[in-house]
């Protein structure tokens, strides 16, 4: 940093001598200062400021780091979410985030009627798999309600079509909440065996196997309440140990609790909260992810200029594990991560 510095001061008492020594040289000059200050930018949260986005799910594809996010665009007096589209970010330093717009909305789905809730991609022999929660229209195959689509892609980033051409799993499927918008909030996990397994959930958590196609279920769905579980479920395995990550009842507003288990079907043990409230909005989602030797913790908060809980932003802060594997509590920043190369 120090050598940052001392660089900086030494470049500018050139550039003063050549400014007053040549006119062009100064724009050229100026403009390569320019170049240099941007590269020394810092991260900071939330990470994407031009648009509010929220339910953020990371994957890293060829040395970069993909990020999905759903988008509200509720006004400021709204009291209801409002979320169009879903959005792909990228980065490969963890500072420079590159928008590649609105990548899947659920007019992809000829079935679907409802805004874009949490969804996770992921990467499986070569394509590119985004599990959506959106609604489904009153019609032969649902009565409506909050259902689950898949949509497929040969890019992290598009195009993306509906992989089914109809929902995976509709409101029917679960009776054990009794209302429509539990079936939301799928997360996709790949055990070292090839198994995958999709978990969901609203009120209650609920999983099943997926067959090798990624599209079709190949189990009956299980149902099962961890402790304080509220929606947004996020599960990954690290040393042998499986992490069930979720937004929780916390007090008024959501907070980021968890379980760990030895097997993939439970029984899951609690582990406490990682995440206290966050600013200004009532649900937080986590989305975890190791990228270039760290591990990182997604989440979204309403800490923007006209922010609230129905105009969120997404954050990103550094998550450390314990010896024993269990995860230290989150500290939320403004300044957010340092770059990676
Ligand atoms: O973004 C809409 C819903 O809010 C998500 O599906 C939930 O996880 C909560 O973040």
């Given amino acids: 940093m120090k050598f940052l510095i001392?660089?900086?001061r030494l470049f500018l008492k050139h550039l003063n001598k050549l400014i007053k020594d040549n006119p062009m040289k100064q724009k050229v000059l100026l403009t390569l200062f320019l170049i240099l200050c941007l590269s020394f930018a810092k991260a900071e949260n939330p990470i994407i400021t031009h648009i509010f986005t929220a339910d953020p799910a990371p994957i890293v594809y060829n040395d970069t780091l993909f990020l999905y996010t759903g988008h509200d665009t509720a006004r400021v007096n709204d009291t209801n979410y409002k979320m169009?589209?879903?959005h792909v970010f990228s980065t490969i330093d963890m500072v420079n985030w590159k928008d590649h717009?609105?990548?899947l909305s659920p007019k992809t789905f000829s079935?679907?009627?409802g805004d874009a809730y949490a969804a996770q991609c992921l990467e499986r022999n070569g394509k590119f798999y985004w599990f959506v929660s959106t609604f489904h229209k009153n019609d032969e195959n649902s009565k409506?309600?909050?259902a689950i689509g898949v949509a497929v892609s040969d890019r992290p980033t598009g195009p993306f079509k509906d992989a089914i051409g109809k929902a995976l799993v509709v409101?029917?499927?679960t009776t054990d909440m009794k209302y429509g918008w539990d079936d939301i909030d799928p997360t996709v996990f790949i055990d070292d065996d090839g198994q995958i397994y999709l978990f969901w959930g609203n009120g209650s958590c609920k999983w099943v196997k997926l067959k090798e196609n990624m599209i079709e279920l190949e189990s009956i769905i299980t149902t099962f309440k961890p402790i304080n579980y509220i929606e947004g479920p996020w599960v990954y395995k690290r040393n042998g140990l499986y992490y069930l990550v979720y937004a929780s009842s916390g007090t008024k507003q959501e907070m980021i609790e968890y379980c760990t288990a030895t097997n993939i079907e439970g029984p899951w043990i609690y582990r406490g909260i990682i995440q206290e409230n966050v600013a200004n909005c009532f649900t937080t989602h986590p989305g975890i992810i190791d990228f270039k030797g760290k591990t990182y913790f997604f989440y979204h908060n309403g800490s923007l200029t006209t922010g609230g809980s129905y105009r969120r932003s997404v954050c990103v802060e550094n998550m450390y594990y314990n010896p024993n594997g269990t995860i230290q509590k989150i500290i939320q920043t403004k300044i957010?991560?340092?770059?990676?190369e």
């Fill in 6 to 8: 001392s660089g900086k």
């Fill in 84 to 86: 169009p589209d879903w």
């Fill in 101 to 103: 717009g609105v990548c």
């Fill in 111 to 113: 079935w679907a009627s």
């Fill in 144 to 146: 409506g309600g909050a």
């Fill in 171 to 173: 409101n029917e499927m």
């Fill in 336 to 340: 957010g991560v340092k770059p990676v």
